[in-house]
Each structure stands twice: as structure tokens, then as C-alpha cells.
């Protein structure tokens, strides 16, 4: 079992940055992999960024890559998401999920047991 709380959600305008970054609990940190999805009001769950074991195992979606990295702690159990040039169509709250890397990465929210329980991410135009 593993426990995420996400925190560094806030208001910020067009262009501006923030980090997030996803706590999680238990000493099996490493054995998982993580993923930030996001979802903003009336629209579906959505992929945002993956992570492997390491910094060098990463993906992202088409509309953030370029402007998001995703990167990982593993001495401090945290996964982060840093947020550039951030747009208004970014707005939305995001979470981080984990999924144990046995089972491979993946996209799909369907696929993950474990999630935070979000953080708010307004970009003002």
C-alpha cells in the first residue's frame, strides 16, 4: 500500500510556472511507478506525465511536452511535476497516481490503484 499527498497547486497567469510535488508513504517507493493525470471541470480524466524507476524513464502527453518535466526523488519518496509556460487550458486539478512497475507503465487512469487526492492548478489568461 502507498499513501500520495500532492501539494504546490495555486493560481498563477499565462506563461507563468509552478511545481508540484506528490509525497508518498511506505519504503517500497521504488517499486512503483508514477504518473500525473489531470482533470478539468466537465471533461474526462487525462494523462499528463509518466515516470519509471529513474529520471532517464519518462513520457508526456502531446499538449504538455516541452513545457512539463516530471522527475522523481526516490531518497525522498516524491515525485514532482515542474509546469512551464503554462497556459490557461492547463487549468485544472491534478493528481498524482502509482502503479507497481511489475505491471509496466501506463497512460490509462483505469490502470492505477493508488491516488492522491489532488491539487488545484489555475492559470489566468
Known amino acids: 500500500q502507498v499513501q500520495l499527498v500532492e501539494s504546490g497547486g495555486g493560481l498563477v497567469q499565462a506563461g507563468g510556472s509552478l511545481r508540484l510535488s506528490c509525497a508518498a508513504s511506505?519504503?517500497?517507493?521504488?517499486?512503483?511507478?508514477m504518473s500525473w493525470f489531470r482533470q478539468a471541470p466537465g471533461k474526462e480524466r487525462e494523462f499528463v506525465a509518466l515516470?519509471?524507476?529513474?529520471?532517464?524513464?519518462?513520457y508526456y502527453a502531446d499538449s504538455v511536452k516541452g513545457r512539463f518535466t516530471v522527475s522523481r526523488d526516490n531518497a525522498k519518496n516524491t515525485v514532482y511535476l515542474q509546469m512551464n509556460s503554462l497556459k490557461p487550458e492547463d487549468t485544472a486539478v491534478y493528481y498524482c497516481a502509482a502503479r507497481e512497475l511489475r505491471f509496466g507503465v501506463s497512460r490509462t487512469s483505469d490502470e492505477y490503484d493508488y491516488w492522491g487526492q489532488g491539487t488545484q492548478v489555475t492559470v489566468s489568461s
Open positions: 515516470i519509471g524507476w529513474s529520471n532517464f524513464n519518462t
Open positions: 511506505g519504503r517500497t517507493f521504488i517499486t512503483y511507478g
